[in-house]
């Protein structure tokens, strides 16, 4: 009977562990298994500690194998940014803090504001009619510059 409950209750049913995903917009989202970490030492001037602690990031996102739908993945592509290379690599580099934790939190922030900025779609621009006193402001301003012109030309003889 003791092997019974045993066998039984050795895993206790408890809630999945599913991996950390990263918010963009409305139901989109970035999967953490998408993203590649590795640790660097900053560059620049330091104290004792610079030459020791590799607390830099370097986070790299492969947009054509990731788990973002096609549209979104051509999307981040087309961006102009240096950041992305031609196979659709982002590589983004975080040095700003001396926490590994915090420079990985900024990265992964960067990125998520990159893909923002890719699928935001832009209101479209409609022409507004000039007002019926601007344009005739219009005229007046032509009618006066036409005199001024006319009265450059060659004086006529009496």
């Given at each position: 009977?003791?092997?019974?409950l045993?066998?039984?209750?050795?895993?206790?049913?408890?809630?999945?562990?599913?991996?950390?995903m990263?918010h963009?917009q409305?139901?989109?989202?970035i999967?953490?298994?998408?993203?590649?970490?590795t640790?660097?030492?900053a560059?620049g001037?330091?104290?004792?500690?610079?030459?020791?602690?590799?607390?830099?990031?370097?986070?790299?996102f492969?947009v054509?194998?990731?788990?973002?739908?096609?549209?979104v993945q051509?999307?981040v592509?087309?961006?102009?940014?240096?950041r992305?290379s031609k196979?659709?690599?982002?590589?983004?580099?975080?040095?700003s803090?001396?926490?590994?934790?915090?420079?990985?939190?900024?990265?992964?922030?960067?990125?998520?504001?990159?893909?923002?900025?890719?699928?935001?779609?832009?209101?479209?621009?409609?022409?507004?009619?000039?007002?019926?006193?601007?344009?005739?402001?219009r005229?007046?301003?032509?009618?006066?510059?036409?005199?001024v012109?006319?009265?450059?030309g060659?004086v006529?003889?009496d």
């Amino acid at each position: 009977m003791r092997s019974v409950l045993r066998a039984c209750c050795a895993k206790p049913a408890g809630p999945v562990d599913l991996p950390p995903m990263f918010h963009v917009q409305d139901s989109l989202f970035i999967d953490e298994r998408d993203l590649t970490f590795t640790m660097i030492r900053a560059q620049g001037a330091g104290g004792q500690n610079v030459n020791k602690v590799s607390s830099a990031v370097h986070l790299r996102f492969d947009v054509r194998a990731s788990r973002l739908p096609l549209e979104v993945q051509d999307a981040v592509c087309a961006l102009n940014d240096h950041r992305i290379s031609k196979e659709g690599v982002i590589v983004i580099k975080s040095q700003s803090f001396r926490s590994q934790e915090k420079n990985r939190a900024e990265a992964i922030e960067r990125l998520v504001g990159m893909v923002r900025s890719a699928i935001r779609v832009d209101k479209p621009r409609r022409a507004t009619k000039p007002t019926r006193a601007s344009q005739r402001r219009r005229v007046q301003r032509k009618v006066l510059h036409g005199e001024v012109k006319r009265l450059r030309g060659r004086v006529q003889g009496d």
